[in-house]
């Protein structure tokens, strides 16, 4: 079966400055991967490019997701299309309504599919009780965008917005990070009953633990814009007795070597 | 065109010698003035942004006579709020499509052409009293040109809790039209009303309105005033409110400024005694070729009153906006709690906005803030909303909704922020709609 996600020596850069430098993947439908990686690796960089945001300029290489071509469309054009980031900092947006947010995002959604678009009480609730699946309240819903929450808050308003949208393809980005372990718990949790059959997650993360929660099908380990590593979940456990020191000098080394060849 | 065109209507004008004497010596001195202060021009520092030659490119004239038309009656449909209004069209007051019943009692509401021949007493004492000192070349000629416009008046303790409403359509006639409304609001100890002008376009002839408002507020009285300002793409619009504030009074301005080629919207506000409250709200929101003044003046000359000014400009396209806004605080004016805030969202390259604060504080025990900022929208915000999903017009069209909503919610919920919100959703990015 064709891949839902295909990425085929996928190179990106920022501000003038290489960050990608050649990623293959291939994640299909059903599956969980997780992209491990230390800081600087190119980690949140590829989650950009996929979600498309245009400040990453794509210098070389394809994606196509679900057979069709990813880079040349814009933002909107994706998250129709099925693909949802979840934010490493999701953004405040004062003076807009979260559930108005919301339903505005899922009725483009809807309209791009030719469904018909959700009321405001069907929204809500729908809105409800995807809410339960990481123990928001209909009070936070009502608040601006973001605005005031608290790091948790903020990362289960994204697997929130996920279980509304329901994408084929859910990239979290660093899902995890600053999460006390009742928060990990809360979010993952919610992550896990949007496992299906017909969805791919890339989880990315710089922590093991992350992993004791929602337990992937593949793991990637990223170092200086490549994928050095890849494996079973047994490397994420590698990962944690021998820390990323290793890892970043064979990716160094890999990197020269790509490098010195004409 | 030129200051010797507005003086020789000026002078026709008053050639009709159907005034009383006193009205006649109020209409002269206004000339004099005019002719003495000559038109601003770009040098006058009040004037510096402002493209003043506009202000003079039609040979404009106020109108005798106007028919009110299906037009107008489907325009008044549209715009007009429930309860007591005043229609005008091109200055000239229409009373076929005004509603004068649901007064409540100590409440009176009239044109002022009616007001000249029966409040001569009130008028002579009020007319010009505050817009006068500070007055520039064209609030002159208004009082040159004064004749329409509208009186209310509020007894001791009396109570309007409808929106009382004067709505000014501009539509231009054979010729290009002036229109000079003067309004006057004199409100009675411990009274309460709220006060709404609406000015909008008719058609598409060339049209300049010109008009001066005029508000006292007795010891303890209360008044808010929305002035909606959403002429058409071509109108010339220039508006001065003129306050001031017995003691313990409170005073709210809140300013909309969506139309107009060139408008210009002055607020002059001054407490006389003490413990008086002061709100100065405006959102002027333009695109295209708009240039949009505003010009705030601020006199705390008592002690222990307090302000609260918040001032946001949207500009798109080449529209280019200007903030003026100076607070004086004088030597006797102590614990004054003041502040200003500007903030200013440009939606394009060629946009522009000149925000100017001006704080001159002459007494030494005071609080006072203020705060200008311009920027653009959010590209993380932008990107969050478009990889939801949402398109990046409506995106947009959203940030900018969200960065204009704290002066739409500081209308009350009615009415009145009904009407704000719907003329502003015809200036958010992706509206096609043509203001008029």
């Given at each position: 079966?064709?891949?839902?996600?295909?990425?085929?020596?996928?190179?990106?850069?920022?501000?003038?400055?290489?960050?990608?430098?050649?990623?293959?993947?291939?994640?299909?439908?059903?599956?969980?991967?997780?992209?491990?990686?230390?800081?600087?690796?190119?980690?949140?960089?590829?989650?950009?490019?996929?979600?498309?945001?245009?400040?990453?300029?794509?210098?070389?290489?394809?994606?196509?997701?679900?057979?069709?071509?990813?880079?040349?469309?814009?933002?909107?054009?994706?998250?129709?299309?099925?693909?949802?980031?979840?934010?490493?900092?999701?953004?405040?947006?004062?003076?807009?309504?979260?559930?108005?947010?919301?339903?505005?995002?899922?009725?483009?959604?809807?309209?791009?599919?030719?469904?018909?678009?959700?009321?405001?009480?069907?929204?809500?609730?729908?809105?409800?009780?995807?809410?339960?699946?990481?123990?928001?309240?209909?009070?936070?819903?009502?608040?601006?965008?973001?605005?005031?929450?608290?790091?948790?808050?903020?990362?289960?308003?994204?697997?929130?917005?996920?279980?509304?949208?329901?994408?084929?393809?859910?990239?979290?980005?660093?899902?995890?990070?600053?999460?006390?372990?009742?928060?990990?718990?809360?979010?993952?949790?919610?992550?896990?009953?949007?496992?299906?059959?017909?969805?791919?997650?890339?989880?990315?993360?710089?922590?093991?633990?992350?992993?004791?929660?929602?337990?992937?099908?593949?793991?990637?380990?990223?170092?200086?814009?490549?994928?050095?590593?890849?494996?079973?979940?047994?490397?994420?456990?590698?990962?944690?007795?021998?820390?990323?020191?290793?890892?970043?000098?064979?990716?160094?080394?890999?990197?020269?070597?790509?490098?010195?060849?004409? | 065109?030129?200051?010797?065109?507005?003086?020789?209507?000026?002078?026709?004008?008053?050639?009709?010698?159907?005034?009383?004497?006193?009205?006649?010596?109020?209409?002269?001195?206004?000339?004099?003035?005019?002719?003495?202060?000559?038109?601003p021009?770009?040098k006058d520092e009040e004037w510096k942004y402002t493209?003043?030659?506009?202000?003079?490119?039609?040979?404009?004239?106020?109108?005798?006579?106007?028919?009110?038309?299906?037009?107008?009656?489907?325009?008044?449909?549209?715009?007009?709020?429930?309860?007591?209004?005043?229609?005008?069209?091109?200055?000239?007051?229409?009373?076929?499509?005004?509603?004068?019943?649901?007064?409540?009692?100590?409440?009176?509401?009239?044109?002022?052409?009616?007001?000249?021949?029966?409040?001569?007493?009130?008028?002579?004492?009020?007319?010009?009293q505050l817009s006068r000192p500070s007055a520039h070349?064209?609030t002159?000629?208004?009082?040159?040109?004064?004749?329409?416009?509208?009186?209310?008046?509020?007894?001791?303790?009396?109570?309007?809790?409808?929106?009382?409403?004067?709505?000014?359509?501009?539509?231009?006639?054979?010729?290009?039209?002036?229109?000079?409304?003067?309004?006057?609001?004199?409100?009675?100890?411990?009274?309460?009303?709220?006060?709404?002008?609406?000015?909008?376009?008719?058609?598409?002839?060339?049209?300049?309105?010109?008009?001066?408002t005029e508000v006292s507020l007795?010891d303890n009285a209360s008044l808010r005033h929305?002035?909606?300002?959403?002429?058409?793409?071509?109108?010339?619009?220039?508006g001065g409110l003129y306050s001031r504030q017995g003691r313990d009074s409170r005073f709210q301005s809140h300013a909309?400024?969506?139309?107009?080629?060139?408008?210009r919207n002055e607020v002059h506000a001054a407490f006389a005694g003490e413990g008086g409250e002061c709100v100065l709200n405006g959102l002027f929101?333009?695109?295209?070729?708009?240039?949009?003044d505003n010009r705030t003046d601020l006199d705390h000359a008592v002690p222990r009153c307090s302000s609260r000014e918040l001032y946001k400009g949207?500009?798109?396209?080449?529209?280019?906006g200007t903030f003026h806004g100076k607070i004086r605080v004088r030597e006797d004016a102590q614990k004054t709690d003041a502040s200003q805030t500007s903030r200013n969202?440009?939606?394009?390259?060629?946009?522009?906005v000149d925000a100017r604060p001006q704080l001159e504080i002459f007494a030494d025990d005071v609080k006072c803030a203020h705060g200008t900022a311009v920027g653009?929208?959010?590209?993380?915000?932008?990107?969050?909303?478009?990889?939801?999903?949402?398109?990046?017009?409506?995106?947009?069209?959203?940030?900018?909704?969200?960065?204009?909503?704290e002066l739409?919610?500081a209308?009350?919920?009615?009415?009145?922020?009904?009407?704000?919100?719907?003329?502003?959703?015809?200036?958010?990015?992706?509206?096609?709609?043509?203001?008029?």
């Open positions: 079966m064709a891949s839902l996600l295909s990425i085929q020596d996928l190179h990106a850069r920022v501000g003038g400055k290489d960050i990608l430098k050649g990623i293959n993947l291939e994640v299909g439908a059903g599956e969980v991967h997780a992209i491990m990686g230390p800081n600087g690796s190119g980690k949140s960089t590829l989650a950009g490019v996929l979600a498309g945001r245009e400040t990453y300029e794509v210098t070389k290489g394809s994606v196509l997701f679900d057979g069709k071509d990813l880079l040349g469309t814009p933002p909107e054009e994706r998250a129709k299309a099925g693909v949802f980031l979840g934010f490493q900092y999701p953004v405040e947006i004062p003076g807009v309504g979260n559930l108005h947010f919301l339903r505005t995002a899922l009725n483009a959604q809807r309209r791009a599919k030719g469904e018909e678009e959700l009321d405001a009480m069907d929204f809500l609730a729908l809105a409800k009780e995807k809410a339960k699946l990481v123990q928001l309240d209909a009070a936070f819903m009502n608040r601006s965008v973001n605005e005031g929450f608290s790091g948790g808050e903020k990362k289960r308003n994204e697997i929130f917005q996920m279980a509304v949208l329901q994408p084929r393809l859910g990239l979290l980005d660093e899902t995890d990070s600053g999460l006390d372990i009742d928060a990990l718990r809360i979010v993952a949790g919610g992550v896990n009953a949007l496992r299906s059959k017909d969805r791919a997650l890339v989880v990315i993360t710089h922590y093991q633990r992350l992993l004791d929660y929602i337990v992937p099908d593949h793991v990637h380990v990223m170092a200086a814009g490549r994928i050095v590593r890849s494996g079973g979940r047994e490397l994420a456990l590698e990962l944690e007795e021998k820390g990323y020191g290793w890892i970043g000098a064979e990716g160094a080394a890999a990197g020269k070597a790509k490098e010195a060849r004409p | 065109m030129s200051a010797a065109h507005y003086a020789d209507v000026a002078r026709a004008f008053q050639a009709r010698g159907d005034a009383p004497a006193w009205l006649q010596a109020i209409r002269e001195e206004g000339l004099s003035q005019f002719q003495a202060r000559g038109l021009t770009s493209p003043v030659a506009t202000l003079s490119s039609h040979p404009f004239q106020p109108v005798r006579d106007v028919s009110a038309g299906e037009d107008v009656a489907q325009a008044v449909a549209r715009l007009a709020l429930p309860g007591p209004r005043l229609v005008f069209v091109d200055g000239r007051f229409v009373p076929a499509l005004s509603v004068l019943t649901g007064l409540p009692r100590g409440v009176v509401l009239k044109p002022l052409s009616q007001a000249l021949r029966e409040d001569g007493a009130l008028l002579q004492e009020t007319l010009g070349a064209f002159s000629l208004n009082a040159a040109l004064l004749e329409e416009g509208a009186l209310l008046t509020l007894a001791p303790r009396a109570l309007s809790e409808v929106p009382v409403q004067l709505l000014f359509l501009a539509r231009g006639g054979d010729g290009p039209v002036l229109a000079s409304p003067r309004i006057v609001v004199v409100a009675g100890e411990g009274s309460e009303a709220t006060l709404v002008e609406t000015y909008a376009g008719l058609g598409s002839g060339a049209t300049f309105t010109n008009a001066v007795g929305f002035k909606l300002q959403a002429e058409g793409d071509t109108a010339l619009h220039l909309f400024s969506f139309g107009g080629a060139l408008a929101v333009g695109r295209g070729t708009q240039h949009l949207v500009l798109d396209d080449r529209a280019r969202l440009l939606l394009s390259e060629g946009a522009q653009r929208l959010d590209d993380n915000a932008l990107f969050y909303l478009r990889s939801r999903g949402i398109p990046k017009v409506d995106a947009e069209r959203m940030l900018t909704q969200a960065f204009a909503s739409v919610r209308v009350p919920e009615g009415p009145v922020r009904a009407r704000v919100e719907a003329l502003l959703a015809g200036k958010l990015p992706g509206s096609a709609e043509v203001m008029g």
